[in-house]
């Protein structure tokens, strides 16, 4: 019995709320033929936990509680100072080219192409970093706006989409909130790369 109640508890920690995804505005169909999209990421505005605390309010807070219980605050601070460029931003685009790859529209979305006509922003609105504690483990979701605007004319917007919880988690026990995070990331490209591949062929 006691097995019984743990699988079920396990079960229930491991279900998420559904990512929710909305074209704003606009359509992915300008995109036929196009060979490279620019991708810039926008962590300006970003919230984090419920209680909606800005980065810094959450890193501080973080990093003083993990100094208080293990002494490794200063060097989680650094860990996650680092995991923009070390593990969010590259699964975002590693997902969005594989699967745009395997649905054959032949677009490269990378950073730093900035001679390419249009941008994909990734404005990172919110973040929630999910647990993992054995049996029981809550992924991490991510909330993102996206949006391609003209390279030489920022002002011109031509699609805006809402992506809405993004999960992040992975097979098995992952003790890393940013690793976590960085899979919430993955599937926001993954879901990218399918809406864009459906409107386009």
């Known amino acids: 019995m006691k097995k019984i109640v743990t699988l079920v508890l396990f ?19 300008f995109l036929a033929g196009v060979k490279e999209v ?5 962590y300006s505005n970003l919230k984090l936990m419920k209680e909606n605390l800005t980065e810094e ?6 990093a003083t509680e993990l100094n208080e219980k293990k002494g490794v605050g200063d060097i989680w601070k650094k860990k996650w100072q680092g995991s923009k460029e070390m593990i969010w931003n590259p699964k975002f685009l ?18 730093g192409l900035t001679s390419a006509k249009y941008t994909l922003i990734v404005e990172v609105v919110w973040i929630y970093p999910g647990w ?11 909330t993102t706006n996206l949006k391609i605007v003209e390279t030489a004319n920022r002002s011109n917007t031509l699609v805006v989409m809402s992506s809405e919880n993004a999960p992040g988690d992975q097979w098995g026990s992952n003790f ?25 062929k």
């Open 11 to 29: 079960i229930a920690s491991s279900v998420v709320m559904a990512q929710k995804t909305k074209i704003e505005s606009g359509d992915f169909k």
């Open 38 to 42: 620019n991708v810039e990421f926008d």
């Open 57 to 62: 309010q959450y890193v501080t807070n973080r």
């Open 94 to 111: 590693e997902l969005i080219n594989v699967v745009s790859s395997k649905e054959k529209t032949n677009i490269s979305f990378q950073e």
């Open 132 to 142: 993992d504690v054995a049996m029981m483990k809550q992924p991490a979701k991510v």
């Open 176 to 200: 890393s909130n940013e690793t976590r995070i960085g899979e919430g990331f993955a599937k926001t490209g993954k879901t990218l790369a399918k809406v864009i591949a459906k409107q386009i």
